[in-house]
């Protein structure tokens, strides 16, 4: 890894505490800090944007190995600069003093944490694996080295990326775009590319989501996933990406998956309730030790998924659940309980008590223990020994060169799945409906549309969410062409941001299941009027098997974000790809990386 040494060490210092040990197995999440408020811990959305002392405190005190940021943590540049250097000088008081591991979900595209306007976000794993057949590994390469640098800048030092699930399920509701490919070798040759561009970067990455979240139809938040493949399956296919990049260069860290795979484990445990199930593979020292580090051979660190997400906190209290990670081997906890308050303070120590007095009696392993240890020292011994800079931030996040390479990556993506001759729409086609998710997408592409045609178009648009069906039906009679958009499945909690916003998530989620249905409506409308029509798959492709047959011409994006300035400009990389492919100003040289049903 080309990571600067830190001269920090624990050699001179005297043996840390069996609380300090175990703190160091924790990484917390900070998300939300409501200080002496007395609301209940759950009901706290002050976003914690700076560290108070009390937390830096603790830190200090239990020797927290780690903390993950959240969208609501990293509000603008100079502000994330200035919390990831509370964080340090607070690990820097501790007995140890070694740097905390600071981390993050920036995988690109739907996963995203840091402000889309500063930060350079680009569209996404499946967008990179739509160039693989005409550009290899190149863009693989060069986004992570972009989001790598933009990282470090800030003082980010972990990216929980890339992921490296192979997305063989169209109904996967967590994974889809985030994957690369419905192809083992794909998804490695790409994932290894990153992981060599992120830690060249001097970020540590983190494979996820071990032994495989790809073919799966339950989201690992809201429930508990099971996956019956056979081993020599798993093999070839779940397990690939990940031994082939462990053989070339381990990365630093593995996430595991909160997922239950039989023939890997069928071993069971008794759960809080007192209920006997097949252990998850974050719970299994079958898939985490025997596995991954024996068979495999991986000798780095691991680190769970979040431990409140539904697949573990439905059936395990926090206590309990770090003691079943713990003892399968396991060195991290990744947010095992929630700091809200200082009501919540009281209720952390307590939780470090009982750990303690679990491996003082026997419940945790000691020697797993010391070994987690020696792995967690040894990746921290090579982070960057320097505070974080507001000046190089500003000029590193967002840069031109981040941004053309952003564009440069939207419009390579694009693919063509059908056209018979509708596209590139020529000057006839003065008129335009678009059909689109939400009014947001519907400016997007209108502005990007008017900006490349010089306002010469005339534009209307349906947004789904909201609609009169008589002023659609209207406006798909008066248009020359109509452009509809879907983007399926809805939004999963790890694109809102964690487990805090379940409830906000189920009610958008319920919200998005009458899109497809009005969607379809309104295309057969179109035909029967004989209009020509585009339809744009703006997330996962799979959609197409339903809209491509009501359609004339159809484009692939993988990607749908968009950014708002000040201006009330609405725009995205992959909506001025799509306008540019639309209008005749490129061609469309993506291939699909998934299979679509006929």
């Known amino acids: 890894m080309s990571f ?143 989001i790598g640098k933009e990282l470090n800048s800030l003082g980010i030092n972990v990216n929980f990326a890339p992921t490296v699930d192979v997305n063989s399920n169209p109904n996967n509701p967590v994974i889809n775009v985030r994957s690369f490919s419905e192809r083992p070798e794909v998804v490695a040759k790409l994932g290894l590319a990153q992981v060599r561009a992120f830690e060249t970067a001097g970020v540590i990455s983190a494979l996820k989501h071990f032994p495989g979240h790809g073919d799966t139809h339950v989201d690992s938040h809201t429930g508990l996933p099971r996956v019956d493949h056979d081993r020599q399956q798993i093999n070839k296919q779940d397990l690939l990406p990940f031994a082939n990049i462990i053989h070339t260069h381990p990365p630093g860290m593995i996430m595991t998956a909160h997922i239950q795979y039989p023939a890997l484990d069928a071993s069971t445990v008794v759960n809080s309730q007192g209920q006997s199930m097949i252990r998850p593979a974050t719970m299994s020292y079958q898939i985490m030790t025997q596995l991954l580090r024996k068979e495999l051979g991986y000798q780095g660190v691991t680190v769970t998924d979040a431990l409140d997400m539904a697949g573990i906190s439905d059936f395990f209290n926090p206590i309990d659940a770090t003691i079943e990670t713990f003892n399968a081997g396991v060195d991290i906890a990744l947010m095992p309980i929630a700091i809200r308050d200082q009501a919540d303070i009281t209720r952390f120590k307590h939780y470090m008590l009982q750990l303690s007095a679990a491996l003082d009696n026997g419940k945790l392993d000691k020697t797993q223990l010391n070994k987690s240890i020696a792995r967690i020292t040894e990746l921290k011994t090579r982070l960057p020994n320097t505070f974080a800079s507001e000046g190089i931030a500003n000029s590193t996040l967002g840069n031109p060169s981040h941004r053309k390479l952003e564009a440069e990556l939207a419009l390579a993506a694009i693919t063509q799945v059908k056209n018979d001759g509708t596209l590139p729409l020529t000057g006839k086609a003065n008129t335009i409906h678009l059909i689109m998710p939400d009014r947001q997408k519907c400016l997007a592409l209108e502005q990007a549309l008017q900006t490349l045609r010089n ?81 744009i798959s703006l997330r996962a492709p799979y959609e197409i098997s339903t809209f491509g047959p009501l359609s004339n011409a159809v484009l692939a994006s993988y990607a749908y974000n968009v950014d708002i300035n000040h201006d009330a400009n609405v725009s995205g990389p992959a909506y001025t790809a799509l306008a540019q492919v639309i209008l005749g100003l490129a061609k469309a040289e993506g291939a699909l990386p998934v299979t679509i049903d006929d």
Do not use: W
Request: aromatic share 6%; with cysteine; proline share 4%.
């Open 4 to 146: 600067t040494s830190s001269s920090n060490t624990t050699e001179a210092q005297a043996p840390l505490s069996t609380s300090q040990l175990l703190g160091q197995k924790l990484m917390l999440d900070f998300r939300y800090y409501c200080g002496n408020s007395e609301k209940p811990s759950g009901d706290c959305r002050e976003p914690m944007t700076t560290l108070p002392p009390e937390l830096s405190a603790l830190i200090s005190e239990y020797e927290i190995g780690g903390a993950i940021l959240f969208a609501e943590n990293v509000q603008n540049t100079n502000q994330i600069v200035k919390l990831t250097n509370a964080f340090q000088s607070a690990a820097q008081k501790s007995k140890s003093q070694l740097p905390l591991f600071i981390a993050i979900d920036q995988e690109g595209g739907r996963v995203a944490r840091i402000n889309r306007e500063q930060a350079t976000s680009f569209t996404g794993n499946m967008s990179i694996g739509a160039t693989y057949p005409k550009h290899g590994d190149v863009y693989a390469t060069k986004v992570a080295e972009a």
């Open 455 to 535: 306002n010469t178009l005339t534009l209307t648009c349906t947004s789904l969410q909201a609609y009169d069906s008589d002023v659609a039906t209207r406006a798909i009679k008066n248009a020359d062409v109509v452009i509809a958009a879907h983007a399926s499945p809805p939004q999963s909690a790890v694109e809102i941001g964690g487990m805090d916003d379940v409830k906000k998530l189920r009610a958008h989620g319920l919200a998005r299941n009458e899109q497809p249905k009005a969607l379809k409506r309104l295309l057969k409308q179109g035909q029967l009027l004989d209009k020509k029509q585009v339809f």
